[in-house]
C-alpha cells in the first residue's frame, strides 16, 4: 500500500477543499405541476427517482402537502425541494410536518436536509469547529443540517424542526424534504417554514465528579455520612449534577453486595436525597438494591426536590456479581431534568458500547457513570460514538494509569479531572452548543439519519 506523504495529504484536502466548493446539484432535477413557486424535486439518478405530487387541499392544515411515493423496487431516492434567502450570522428556525405510510424507518429514510451555500451558489465554510489532524489547521465546509424528529400527533404527523446560526458566509439554505430506501413508502410534507428568529439560549450545565473511595466505617450509613463534605464542595462549585461511586455502601466496611443491599427508595437513597435537597442540585449515587429475592447493582438519581428522579440497574454483569447472584437490568431509561436529559450506566456497562447508545438513541445528552474501575479509553469512546457528555466517578487511583474520575466532552477530551483522593472536579458545557467536526459535520442530528437499522428501532 502506497504511504501517503505530508505532501500527499495536502494535495487530498486542497482537492477535498475545492470539490466542497462546488455548488450542490442533483444529478436529476424536475417541476410539478400545481407545486408552490420555488419548489422543485430531485433525485440522485433518474432511475432511481420517486413518484412526486402537490395535493393543495391536503397536508396537517388542509393547504396543502408535498407528497413523494416509491414504487416496489428497493433504493429509489428523491425529495422536495427549495432555495430560501438567508442572511449570514442570523438564527433560523426549521419547521416542518411528517406523514409516513408503509416506511419502516422514518428516522432514516424520511429525513430533512438543509444545505448552507453562498450568494454564488457555493459551499461555505463553518465559523465553529473541531479542529482535527486530517484538515492541519484549514476551516472546513459546513456540512448540511438534519432538523430532529420531535413528537408525533394523533393524526400521525410529526414535527421535524431545529434552530440554527447560520455560517457568516452563507447567503442561501436549500431545503431538502426527502423519501429514500422505502419500497411501496409514502410520504408527505406539510406546513414547511424556514423564519429568521431569536438566537438560542445557553443551557449551560456544571457536570461534577467525585473522587474518594470510602474507608473505615462500620456500616452502610457510615460510608454514605462520608459523601457529604464532597457533596457540599461540589455546591459551593455551584455543581448542577455530582455524581458519585459505584455500589458506595460496600468499599471499605466489610459488606458485600448482597449484604448491602436495600430497597430503593430506601435509606441510602433517601440520605443522598435530603443532601440533594439541602444544595439544590442532583446526585447520582452507586447503590446495592433489593427488591424481593433480586438483588441489582443499581445507580440512583435523586432531585433537588430530595426525591428520586429515577434508577438504572446494571444491565452487564462481569463474573463475579453473576455468581454472586446479582439480577442484570434490562432498561434503558433517560430521565428529564430541569437542565437536560440524564441517564446512567455503571462501570462493566462501559465495556460495551450497545448501553451508551440505547441511552443516547434515547435522547441522553450526559451519562453518569458510576465506575470502580474500567480503561479510560473506552470512556473516551462512549463519549464520542454517541456524542453525549459522560461523568465518571471511579475507585480507581489516578496513579494506576487505569480508569479517571473525569468528564468527557463530544470528541472525546477530558474536560475535568481529578488526580488527588477527595477531591470533586467540575466542567461547565452548553448543551445547546453544537459541535461540528470538520467532514462530517454536527453528529449529534446525523446519528439517527444515519445510523444502520437495529433491534431497537420501533
Request: aromatic residues 10%.
Amino acid at each position: 500500500m502506497m504511504q501517503l506523504r505530508p505532501t500527499h495529504w495536502s494535495f487530498v484536502l486542497a482537492a477535498w477543499l475545492i470539490l466542497s466548493a462546488v455548488p450542490v446539484r442533483a444529478a436529476w432535477e424536475g417541476k410539478v405541476a400545481g407545486a408552490p413557486e420555488g419548489w422543485t424535486v430531485s433525485s440522485p439518478r433518474d432511475e432511481i427517482r420517486p413518484a412526486f405530487a402537490f395535493r393543495p387541499t391536503e397536508g396537517a392544515d388542509g393547504r396543502g402537502a408535498f407528497v413523494i411515493h416509491a414504487d416496489g423496487r428497493e433504493g429509489l431516492d428523491g425529495g422536495w425541494v427549495k432555495t430560501f434567502s438567508v442572511h449570514g450570522g442570523r438564527y433560523y428556525h426549521f419547521r416542518a410536518l411528517r406523514k409516513v405510510e408503509n416506511v419502516a424507518l422514518p428516522r432514516q429514510s424520511a429525513p430533512v436536509r438543509i444545505i448552507w451555500l453562498d450568494a454564488a451558489g457555493g459551499r461555505v465554510p463553518y465559523d465553529q469547529w473541531v479542529p482535527t489532524d486530517f484538515m492541519h489547521g484549514a476551516r472546513p465546509i459546513a456540512e448540511p443540517e438534519y432538523p430532529t424528529d420531535k413528537s408525533t400527533d394523533a393524526c400521525g404527523w410529526t414535527e421535524v424542526s431545529d434552530t440554527y446560526r447560520a455560517p457568516s458566509k452563507a447567503a442561501r439554505a436549500v431545503v431538502e424534504l426527502r423519501l429514500r430506501w422505502a419500497p411501496r413508502g409514502k410520504i408527505a410534507w406539510s406546513e414547511v417554514r424556514l423564519k429568521e428568529t431569536a438566537p438560542l439560549p445557553a443551557r449551560k450545565v456544571r457536570l461534577a465528579a467525585v473522587h474518594f473511595c470510602p474507608h473505615g466505617g462500620k456500616t452502610p450509613a457510615d460510608n454514605c455520612r462520608m459523601f457529604a463534605p464532597l457533596i457540599a464542595e461540589a455546591s459551593r462549585q455551584k455543581a448542577d449534577l455530582v455524581v458519585l461511586g459505584e455500589c458506595l455502601t460496600t468499599p471499605g466496611n466489610g459488606y458485600t453486595i448482597q449484604r448491602a443491599a436495600e430497597p430503593i427508595p430506601g435509606p441510602s437513597s433517601e440520605y443522598f436525597g435530603q443532601l440533594a435537597k439541602k444544595h439544590n442540585l442532583y446526585i447520582v449515587a452507586g447503590l446495592c438494591e433489593r427488591d424481593g429475592h433480586l438483588i441489582y447493582n443499581t445507580a440512583a438519581l435523586l432531585g433537588p426536590d430530595g426525591k428520586l428522579v429515577g434508577k438504572y440497574r446494571k444491565v452487564t454483569l462481569p463474573r463475579d456479581e453473576v455468581t454472586g447472584g446479582v439480577m442484570p437490568g434490562h432498561d434503558y431509561p433517560v430521565f428529564q431534568t430541569r437542565f437536560g436529559k440524564v441517564a446512567m450506566m455503571i462501570c462493566y456497562d462501559g465495556f460495551f458500547p450497545e448501553v451508551a447508545r440505547h441511552l443516547a438513541n434515547r435522547g441522553a445528552e450526559v451519562i453518569a457513570w458510576p465506575v470502580w474501575g474500567c480503561n479510560p479509553d473506552l470512556a473516551k469512546a462512549r463519549a464520542v460514538e454517541s456524542h453525549v457528555y459522560v461523568v465518571s466517578s471511579t475507585y480507581t487511583d489516578f496513579s494506576s494509569h487505569w480508569m479517571l474520575t473525569a468528564v468527557w466532552d463530544h470528541v472525546g477530551r477530558t474536560i475535568a479531572l481529578a488526580k488527588q483522593w477527595g477531591t470533586v472536579v467540575v466542567a461547565e458545557v452548553d448543551l445547546n452548543q453544537r459541535t461540528h467536526w470538520g467532514s462530517l459535520g454536527d453528529f449529534w442530528a446525523e446519528l439517527p439519519r444515519h445510523r444502520p437499522p437495529w433491534e431497537a428501532d420501533p
